[in-house]
């Protein structure tokens, strides 16, 4: 649970005083609502939270980066620039080329 970097969705959510449930504070993308349906209904049937949680399914350079299930990025800044699957616009670090399923000579 507390392996990943961003959590949104994964670890934690808000729910705000209307029932509204979003995967974090900064991301204001509604994954459903707890006064319509049951909490673990939407926390575990919300294609949202779904695409949050798979980091294969994130695109850009967090994509292809080697740590992708360790951190994950930022999704509410990747959302600040219009996709909320997109790379983490903020983030400095350069993926290592892959090839072959291996990282690139001098890399572990």
Known sequence: LWGRGCIAGTGYCRITPSGDLTPCPYLPVLAGNVRQEPFGDIW????????LRDPDRLSGKCGRCEYRWTCG???????????????DPCCPYEPVEVKHGRPAPGYP
């Open 44 to 51: 575990y049937g919300s294609d949202l939270l779904a695409a």
């Open 73 to 87: 990025g930022c999704r509410a800044r990747a959302y600040a620039e219009g996709d909320i699957l997109a790379e």
